[in-house]
């Protein structure tokens, strides 16, 4: 028979597993001053949110030619190149994740731009597209109608 502690477990395993996924990866990481201290995630993090349904926004911000070629389900083209005149394409509510395959700091650049247009939603997938493809995830190709 369990004691009525006992029947509390589950939801305390629980709430820890929910902690773990919405828990931002940066959190409580040390960080140089000069870095942009960004909201990010890793692929498998993205990965589970395609998993269990939740609608995720993917903006690839590679260059239209790469776009085309292979990316993220249902990602949306906003090379970085043509971000500040492209970015009122990217929503302002919902759940966004940036990728690219280029240098950090030009990632970072892109979230620091976004974070000063008012963007709170949005976050940057670790590794870039190069970890996505890396761990075998879905990929489409092709042009979008």
């Keep these: 028979m369990l004691r009525s502690t006992d029947r509390r477990a589950p939801?305390?395993?629980?709430?820890?597993?929910?902690?773990?996924?919405?828990?931002p990866a940066s959190a409580g990481a040390e960080h140089d001053q000069d870095a942009l201290i960004a909201y990010t995630l890793t692929p498998e993090r993205a990965k589970?949110?395609?998993?269990v349904g939740?609608?995720?926004?993917?903006?690839?911000?590679?260059?239209?030619?790469?776009?085309?070629?292979?990316?993220?389900?249902?990602a949306r083209s906003?090379?970085?190149?043509?971000?500040?005149k492209q970015?009122?394409?990217?929503?302002?509510?919902?759940?966004?994740?940036?990728?690219c395959d280029c240098p950090a700091k030009e990632i970072d650049a892109a979230y620091a731009f976004l974070e000063a247009k008012g963007y709170r939603?949005?976050?940057?997938?670790?590794?870039?597209?190069a970890g996505w493809v890396k761990r075998k995830y879905p990929v489409e190709s092709g042009l979008i109608n």
């Design 121 to 129: 939603n949005v976050s940057v997938m670790e590794e870039g597209f």
């Design 54 to 74: 939740e609608k995720v926004i993917f903006i690839d911000l590679r260059p239209a030619t790469e776009f085309r070629k292979k990316r993220l389900p249902g």
């Design 87 to 99: 970015f009122g394409k990217i929503p302002r509510a919902g759940r966004v994740i940036i990728y």
């Design 48 to 51: 589970l949110f395609l998993d």
């Design 11 to 23: 939801y305390a395993l629980l709430l820890t597993c929910l902690g773990l996924l919405f828990w």
């Design 78 to 84: 906003v090379p970085k190149s043509d971000l500040e």
